[in-house]
């Protein structure tokens, strides 16, 4: 099981954020759990939570001891916490009883066909032997290319993206929807439901008009809502 966490400065504002943006509450508190259909996220209002990945095993010894070679960690109470590459906190839950919710994949998220993380990163190399240090197998593009796609075992993906290639805001971590062609209907319905933009984006369009744009939560994860 795999979860995104990302911080609040105010529970009820995240969890109203999300709301809006047609996710499903899973869990209200204790955790406070909610999905796009796909993605399982925990809204933590704890003042030491940072935006980042929960990765859930019986044991993470052996893939700590080994990135410990290249990677800097700190054991904390449940696991270890790590660091990729890209500055995104990883954390490595030992559980023998890990979390499982069962999102409905309908679910009307309003940003859209979610398609994993993104994440920007200055060495693609780095970056990618350290998630597949995790159990994260290549599945798209080459690090030469400045593009890769890794799976894990769970459905979870992750984009990898070299340096100068995206010409608009990039926040780590990010959550990424693709809509073929249908954010000419999407956005307007995100304006309506009173989500704030962090960015329109006009860059790809040829009559400049926006048909991108990026949304950041009340903690800061990214949401990259694109007309791919």
Known sequence: MIIFQTPTPNLLNSIDFYKKAGFQVLSESHPTIVSDGKAVMEINPDRYARAGLKMYAESWEKEANELAQHYSF???EDG???????????????????????ADENT???????????????????????????????????????????????GFSISLMKPNTCPHLFFN????YFNGGKNDVIIPKIRE??????????????????DNVIIRDPGGFGFFVFND
């Open 173 to 176: 971590p990010s959550l990424t």
């Open 108 to 154: 009307s998220c309003l940003f859209g066909n979610s398609m994993g993380l993104s994440l920007e990163c200055v060495s693609m190399a780095n970056s990618c032997n350290f998630y597949e240090g995790l159990g994260f197998k290549l599945a798209q593009g080459t690090v030469d290319s400045g593009w890769i796609v890794l799976t894990h075992n769970s």
């Open 193 to 210: 439901a009173g989500i704030p933009i962090t960015e329109e984006i006009t860059h790809f369009n040829p009559n400049g008009e926006v």
């Open 74 to 76: 700190c054991k904390i």
């Open 80 to 102: 270890y916490l790590l660091s990729d590459p890209g500055g995104v906190w990883v954390y490595l839950i030992e559980t023998s009883a890990p979390p499982s919710y069962s």
